[in-house]
């Protein structure tokens, strides 16, 4: 509405305002209805432009036709929108301009959904700084969650808190809900993973205090700000035991986002969902709500959504492999895609250096006693430690546990390349 009343005042084709103006509208758009995002026809990305324009505006409005298409789960599309815009930075403005750090977080976060891990780095690069300076919420969002899940795949999850901690710390600052329940959310995923269930419920419930009663009307971003907090909520609640109540929030939470034509945010949705239900022991509901989020996942090349889960996700899709003909509707190839990413070198990156020393010791034959001795542990603190290196490496035994071990030694350090 702001934006219209300020194009209605017709400000100078190219200029600043009219192009901030329309960035802002196309914003808006891209959160409102499906049809309202639909009914938007972006020029094609080499047009748009006009004579002596600043950079940042012609980036910035690309990037919300970007936006749009990512709001809408068209990923592809999305894509081609970021990766103009980062070309069009780099050319007018330089590599560590504003400009270019303001695509880079929503075109490095959808390579890093693809997989293409030496690409997203490559994206992010040395541009933290300028991005926490001067990106706006959903760029800086993505640019930091990305981050942490670069860190957290590289076994460095001192790093990737860290990451979080700086995160969280502009979003309060700002009062970035958006961002914070991203983060928070994040921070729940890592603490879960870890165990550590009471600092993670500690995350959640300050985070369900910052959530506005009444929900905002029309929604508008909180859709996006509300799915963080759910996802990390139901987290919680599978880790708990609840799993049964988490699927019910999720199944509710993924229709209300696929009603709102949200389609990766619902695919993540029932992705949780499937997890949760298999806790339940309900594998046909936990493959049913699996095979709906491939559906839309084989089409927009999603990856890392169902990799970074872990193997109850990685046992779903095995079984959905062995039994093609369940769920038809899901291509062969496309499993094949997913198991063959989720192998045994992503299985290792999601160990942590403590988890490795332990899986280590076991390569060595060691005791859990000795396993604790050498590593100055509590042999329960080795104990809960092996619980969860068998979840990571989808494996149900120690025996197996070492079978993994000595059959995929760890690579050795490379030599430094200066002091």
């Keep these: 509405s702001l934006a219209g009343e300020v194009l209605a005042m017709a400000p100078a084709k190219g200029s600043w305002v009219q192009r901030i103006a329309e960035t802002a509208q196309l914003f ?22 006009t004579a002596g324009e600043p950079a940042y505006t012609t980036v910035y409005r690309e990037c919300m036709f970007g936006l749009g298409a990512l709001v809408d789960g068209r990923l592809y599309a999305a894509d081609s929108r970021f990766d103009h815009a980062l070309r069009t930075a780099e050319l007018r ?25 030496a690409r997203s780095e490559a994206i992010l ?15 800086l969002t993505r640019f930091c969650l990305t ?41 729940v995923r890592l603490l879960i993973a870890e165990n550590a269930l009471a600092r993670a419920s500690r995350v959640v419930q300050a985070l369900a205090a910052r959530l506005p009663d009444p929900p905002p009307e029309p929604a508008g971003t909180y859709t996006e700000t509300r ?47 499937a997890i949760a239900l298999d806790g339940e022991g309900d594998q046909a509901g936990a493959l049913a709500a699996l095979a709906t989020a491939l559906r839309y996942a084989q089409h927009n090349g999603l990856i890392r959504s169902f990799v970074d889960e872990g193997a109850r996700v990685l046992s779903l899709l095995q079984t959905l492999r062995a039994n093609p003909d369940a769920h038809p509707e899901v291509t062969t190839g496309y499993l094949d895609d997913l198991l063959a990413a989720a192998g045994p070198s992503s299985a290792a990156a999601r160990l942590s250096a403590r988890e490795q020393d332990i899986l280590a010791g076991l390569a060595r034959g060691l005791s859990n006693k000795e396993i604790a001795r050498t590593l100055q542990l509590a042999p329960e603190t080795v104990k809960w430690h092996l619980k ?20 995929h030694p760890p690579a050795p350090a490379a030599a430094s390349a200066g002091p």
């Design 28 to 49: 808006g758009l891209g959160y409102a209805t499906p049809a309202a995002r639909r009914a938007v026809h972006p020029p094609p990305c080499a047009g748009g432009a």
């Design 93 to 117: 403005a330089g590599h560590d301009s504003a400009a270019a750090a303001l695509p880079a977080g929503y075109l490095a976060a959808i390579h890093y959904e693809w997989n293409e891990i």
């Design 125 to 139: 690069g040395d541009r933290l700084g300028t991005a926490i300076e001067t990106a706006p919420v959903g760029s």
């Design 147 to 187: 981050a942490t899940r670069l860190a957290a795949l590289r076994g460095d999850l001192d790093g990737a808190y860290r990451m979080l901690e700086r995160a969280s710390a502009v979003a309060h600052d700002r009062d970035w809900l958006r961002m914070l329940a991203a983060c928070e959310g994040e921070r």
């Design 227 to 273: 799915s963080h907090f759910l996802a990390a909520h139901c987290r919680l609640l599978i880790a708990r035991g609840d799993g049964r109540e988490a699927a019910a929030v999720l199944d509710a939470a993924a229709r209300r986002l696929a009603a709102d034509g949200m389609a990766y945010f619902a695919a993540r949705a029932r992705i949780l969902q």
């Design 388 to 407: 969860n290196i068998f979840l990571k490496l989808g494996v149900t035994s120690r025996l197996q546990a070492v079978h993994w071990a000595r059959s």
